[in-house]
């Protein structure tokens, strides 16, 4: 890998901020776009416009097959089993509620539990309290450990007879573990439990196997892979997406309408109703293929390089706190410098050109047992090199000067 080159591709990077370089490291807030992706909305919008799945013009033929090999795309490097396995949406937010909804609607009633982790995003969590407020159901919450991990163990103590469900994360967005999401799958499914992995954070940085994970719905978020905002993409099996009900109602989702009643479309016409982000899954196709021309698997072993160089480095400062110590830790590296307020830490940090997130990172059940109302955050892409975790150094150590620490 040239991650010199591979830079190039981002025109992001040819801007200064601040008169600086800009050093990127807010990836797990949404990753910077390759100028084939940028460039693929363009054309599509000045050549090749038109709705899908409506017309029998050219340029709807045109716009519905390039619509369709972006499914047939994300299936291949998903290894899902069957194309309409894939759904598209406007999020993996809305991946999740569409099936807290339908499997709420259909499965949970009072007393029935859903078995989340502390280390959720609040995107798999807030769909969940809705049916605990709506239909009376339970909340558990797997405990992390010392390291800010979730175990196999941590698991299987919460499932009770009531369990439902289980909806947990792949990689931490503060404490970057990884959890192991295929031990947890087979767990569950040994009792009969479905399970949804939120994949957000796993997506842009492991190779995925919805066949060895065998997981029942995988939620993906397109713009932290590389690829447009407004789009996100939901995996589930089709005996569940054939037995699940619709999550909205609109054109495109039927079959038949009449005063009497109504017929649902084939699959996966029955969960994309309206007019779908037809710019975005197109150019999507564009982020798969960049990410195989580099190799998921270059991706995975630089960017696990740079994260425990970064680790090395911030471990030496003094006065830096990593948070969490996870065994197998992902993109992310969450830190507080004592005696500095993290939105403090990513302003000076800025006027270095260097962009981090502050804040909870919408964890704060995670900060609250943490003890923490907000960490500084940096995470990492495939853009990413040493160079840029030498500024952070650099940068954190001007801090410490700024507020006269030693």
């Given at each position: ?43 599509f919008y000045t050549k090749e416009f038109s709705n899908v799945g409506r017309s029998v013009h050219y340029l ?194 039927i079959q038949e309408v009449n005063k009497d009643g109504v017929t649902y479309g084939d699959l996966p016409n ?137």
């Amino acid at each position: 890998m040239n991650i010199n080159n591979i830079k190039k591709e981002f025109p992001i990077f040819d801007n200064k901020v601040h008169n600086n370089d800009l050093v990127y490291l807010d990836s797990a807030n949404s990753s910077q776009k390759p100028k084939v992706v940028i460039d693929r909305i363009y054309d599509f919008y000045t050549k090749e416009f038109s709705n899908v799945g409506r017309s029998v013009h050219y340029l709807a033929v045109t716009a519905t097959n390039l619509y369709e090999n972006t499914r047939s795309s994300v299936k291949k490097y998903l290894n899902a089993k069957y194309e309409n396995e894939i759904v598209f949406t406007k999020g993996a937010t809305e991946a999740i509620n569409l099936v807290a909804n339908t499997f709420g609607q259909k499965y949970l009633n009072e007393g029935d539990e859903v078995l989340l982790t502390e280390l959720e995003h609040h995107s798999n969590y807030v769909p969940w309290h809705f049916l605990k407020n709506s239909k009376k159901i339970k909340i558990n919450f797997s405990e992390i450990n010392e390291n800010g991990e979730i175990t196999l163990e941590s698991i299987e103590k919460k499932i009770s007879k009531n369990t439902k469900l289980i909806a947990v994360t792949h990689i931490s967005n503060v404490t970057g573990a990884i959890l192991p999401i295929k031990e947890i799958t087979a767990l569950a499914h040994s009792k009969d439990i479905p399970v949804l992995i939120d994949g957000c954070q796993g997506a842009p940085h492991l190779k995925l196997d919805m066949q060895d994970i065998d997981c029942d719905f995988y939620a993906i978020s397109c713009h932290k892979m590389y690829g447009p905002t407004g789009l996100g993409i939901l995996y589930a099996k089709k005996k569940w997406l054939d037995d699940l009900p619709p999550y909205q109602g609109g054109g495109g989702m039927i079959q038949e309408v009449n005063k009497d009643g109504v017929t649902y479309g084939d699959l996966p016409n029955k969960y994309e109703a309206g007019t779908m982000a037809t710019a975005q899954v197109i150019a999507f196709n564009e982020s798969i293929k960049f990410i195989e021309k580099i190799g998921i698997k270059n991706i995975e072993r630089h960017e696990s390089e740079l994260i425990q160089y970064g680790e090395e480095i911030l471990r030496k400062n003094n006065s830096v706190k990593l948070i969490g110590n996870p065994q197998n830790r992902g993109s992310v590296l969450s830190f507080n410098i004592d005696g500095i307020h993290p939105h403090d830490i990513a302003t000076i940090l800025d006027e270095e050109g260097i962009a981090i997130r502050a804040g909870h990172h919408c964890c704060q059940i995670l900060h609250e047992k943490l003890n923490l109302t907000a960490s500084a955050r940096a995470s990492i892409g495939v853009y990413n090199t040493k160079d840029d975790i030498d500024k952070l150094k650099e940068s954190i150590n001007k801090c410490k000067k700024i507020f006269e620490l030693k």
